[in-house]
C-alpha cells in the first residue's frame, strides 16, 4: 500500500494555463514537502508546509496543506514550459525518523 | 560549494560483477541518504546515515551494502550485479528533518 498517492500520475497542458495535482494519504503527518524534479536531475525541494490549512505562494506556485494534515496540493497559475517536469510530495516517517518516503510523482509537460 | 556530487554519472555491469556508486557532500550534513528511482514508482529508500560511522537499511536494501567512513562520503557498493538493479540512483544529504539536497544521480543498466 502506497503511503502518498498522487494525482493524476501525467498532465500534459499548453502553455498559460492553470492546473492542480494533488498528494493524499489517510495518514496524519507533521510536516510534508514537495519536490520538483527535472529530467536528467535530482529532485530540488520546492517548500515544506507545517501547519494544518496553511497556504504557501511561490511565485506562480501555491502550495495548501489540508486541515485535517492528511493531503496537500499544488496549483499552478499560468504554466510556462519551465515548469515541465516531476512533481514529488514526500513525508517523513513517524516517530521522528529521518527517513523521507515519497510519493510517485505527477509528471507535467507544459507545451509552447 | 560543489554540493552533493555523484559518480560516474553513467554505467553499464555485466550481470554479476560489482561496482560502487560513489557520493561526496560538502555541506557538513550528518544525514546521507540513497534512493534508487524506476520509471513512475517514485523515490525509493536504499540506506541512509545519520553520521560517520552509523547505516541503516531502509525501503529496498537487498542487494547492496554501504559504509559511511567520514562525514563527507557515502558509497554504495553492489556485490552481485542483477537486471532488477537497473535503476537511476540518487544519493542525498541533509542537516536534519529538513531538506535533502540530492546529487546529479548515477543512471546504471545491468545486462
Known amino acids: 500500500t502506497q503511503l502518498l498517492e498522487q494525482s493524476p500520475q501525467f498532465l500534459s497542458i499548453q502553455e498559460g494555463e492553470n492546473l492542480t495535482v494533488y498528494c493524499n494519504s489517510s495518514s496524519v503527518f507533521s510536516s510534508l514537502q514537495w519536490y520538483r524534479q527535472e529530467p536528467g536531475e535530482g529532485p530540488v525541494l520546492l517548500v515544506t508546509v507545517v501547519t494544518g490549512g496553511e497556504v504557501k505562494k511561490l511565485k506562480r506556485l501555491t502550495f495548501q496543506f489540508g486541515d485535517a494534515r492528511k493531503d496537500s496540493s499544488l496549483h499552478i497559475t499560468a504554466a510556462q514550459p519551465g515548469d515541465t517536469g516531476l512533481y514529488l510530495c514526500?513525508?517523513?516517517?513517524?516517530?521522528?525518523?529521518?527517513?523521507?518516503?515519497f510519493g510517485k510523482g505527477t509528471k507535467l509537460t507544459v507545451n509552447p | 560549494n560543489a554540493g552533493v556530487t555523484q559518480t560516474p554519472k553513467f554505467r553499464i555491469l555485466k550481470i554479476g560483477q560489482s561496482m560502487t556508486l560513489q557520493c561526496t557532500q560538502d555541506?557538513?550534513?550528518?544525514?546521507m541518504y540513497w534512493y534508487r528511482q524506476d520509471p513512475g514508482m517514485g523515490l525509493k529508500l536504499i540506506y541512509y546515515?545519520?553520521?560517520?560511522?552509523?547505516?541503516d537499511k531502509g525501503e529496498v536494501p537487498n542487494g547492496y551494502n554501504v559504509s559511511r567512513s567520514t562525514t563527507e562520503d557515502f558509497p554504495l557498493r553492489l556485490e552481485l550485479a542483477a537486471p532488477s538493479q537497473t535503476s537511476v540512483y540518487f544519493c542525498?544529504?541533509?542537516?536534519?528533518?529538513?531538506?535533502?539536497?540530492f546529487g546529479p544521480g548515477t543512471r546504471l543498466t545491468v545486462t
Open positions: 555541506m557538513n550534513h550528518n544525514y
Open positions: 542525498a544529504s541533509s542537516y536534519r528533518r529538513g531538506e535533502q539536497y
Open positions: 514526500a513525508v517523513h516517517t513517524q516517530g521522528g525518523s529521518e527517513k523521507l518516503v
Open positions: 546515515s545519520v553520521g560517520a560511522g552509523i547505516t
